[in-house]
């Protein structure tokens, strides 16, 4: 490292930082730079995201292992994370054609090819009018029976046209009659261009329907075909990355709890790097965070599909056990697919779990990326009977559920801070590299993001709407939490344009090493704001700043609650009592949740001693009046 550089924060032993990012498909490619910069300052403890936020997230775990294992050369993970948008940007050696490494990890299969070139040849175009041309072209090669059937139909229907057109010329007898000759030619060209893209888009639509069947809803599977010498795929690379970054060899992947049994020398006993993703379940309605911490099933036949061969021999050897073989086990041995012995094996323990299956579950964009299959057991009445069986869940991206986890690592009294990186494409054209970062501004509060639904007589204003509800369904719980005092002031935009990032899977090298600059550029804010010079006040360090709201945030929460729980303790017509319940004679509830009689008074005690605090705090004490604005609320709520 050159001698001008800042020094390794574990060299300082006490400097810590959460990290959570956005997902954002190809936007990803700003974070390893963010990263990379940020760990010339912080060690990172909590590491999460959703999509390709949990690329990026499972990479920084990666290195931090590598710096908190290996005392020689710490930096080498984060190094080559900082180098990372120049590889991106080249063709890669071996490749056949001449795209960026970048879009070569979306490796579509034989089977999906043709659809994915249809993709590919609508993207990074300037215009609607573009991208529908060259949509067309690429359909047309895609599916080239479409285009014979028409030009036969063409040439069938002109036959007589042009013989008649053909006898009106040599006396000119009939203006009329020539004029109608053309004008029909231009009608019958017109309906055939027309027939042909109708068939060609019914062809295409059948087909999309077999691959999204066969392929578990994803052009591609992260994985290349056996035999293939094209550059390893998505999941492929990104395996190799996350074990060459954390110094482990191929055989025994990277796990969750590799991560965890890291031990800072400033915090002995406590958890090291914590690493959380975000999935989706759709069959199940609901967010994953992963490692997920309920016993589930794969079909190894359909993992070795997703990943390659040492992580599911892993995931073999490594089951969750139950002390005791449970009726889910047995169901699992007899399981049958298609009518073949296919048995079902227990996902590993969370420990257990490797990261780069945790990463790709996060990152399955619909339609682009395949999903992944999982089971659950599960009971269905069958007439008079409950039958077990194994319920089939459907694993799709996180950032369809969360897109912007920031919640994740959230507590109420931080001892460090958790930075949060969100993208976002409204960058015009030509704009300095000033204007790609958008640090928060302290005090100022987030109104959200903006769905604009336009007023007009025509069917962009359809359009318009449908797009705000889908934003809004996809966004509104991140989004509120963004807006929130004390996660407002840590989020930090990163800003890029239309042409660059999301779908934008063709870019070019320089598009994505100017993406990769603005990932330095929000590092660098983000340390000048909470790391500021020796010496500055209290008032102009974003740090304390931020303890200072989340302690004015807490107060009034803390005391409303305590005020409702001190009221529900007490005696009412409900009766047994809440004291009766934890400490009378014998169980309310029987085995339900059932507590022994020490554990019941200790719960009384805990309860009792809660209330009695709320009752310290003088009447005339106000919280409320100066607190951050908008107040949030203390509750149970469900954990995913």
Sequence with gaps: MPADAPPNPADLGHVFCDLVMKGGITSGVVYPSAIARLAQRYQLRNIGGASAGAIAAGAAAAAEYWRQTHATNPMAGFDRLAGLGGELGRTPTG??????????????TPLSRPLFAVLTGMLNRTSWAARFGYGVLALLRAFPGALLIGLGVWALALVPVVAGFAGEIPSL??????????VTVVAVTAFTAATVLAVALYRSLRYFARVMYEQEFGLCTGMREP?????????????????????????????FGDLRRVAFKESPGQDGIVLR?????????????????ERLFYDPVDLHRFFPREVVEWMKAHPWAHASESDADKLARAHTEGGLSRPLLPIPAPDDFPVIVGVRMSLSFPILLSALPLYRFAVQKSGDDWVPYFERLCFTDGGVCSNL??????SPLPSWPTFAITLKDDLPE???DSDRVLPPHRGRSYQGDQYTILREPNLNATVSFLAAMLNTMQNWRDMLQRAAPGSRERVFTVRHTKEEGGLNLDMQSGAIELMARSGQLAADEITAAFLPPVGTKAADDDWQYHRWVRLRLLLPLLRDFLGQLDAGIKPSAAQPSIEQFLTGSQAPMGRSYELNRASGAGGWTLLDELAKSSQGVAPQVDFERTAPRPQGTLRVTPTF
């Design 95 to 108: 490749a056949t054609s001449k795209h960026s490494r970048l879009f070569t990890l979306f490796a579509p």
């Design 277 to 293: 993703v975000m999935t989706t379940c759709l069959t199940a309605g609901r967010p994953y965070t992963l490692p997920i911490e």
């Design 430 to 432: 030509k704009s300095p």
């Design 405 to 410: 986890p920031i919640h994740l690592f959230d």
């Design 227 to 255: 035999g293939s010498t094209e550059p390893a795929a998505l999941t492929e690379w990104l395996y190799q990355l996350f074990q060459t970054i954390a110094g482990k060899g191929m055989e025994a992947p990277l796990t």
């Design 173 to 182: 007898r009939s203006a009329t009659g020539v004029l109608a000759s053309v």
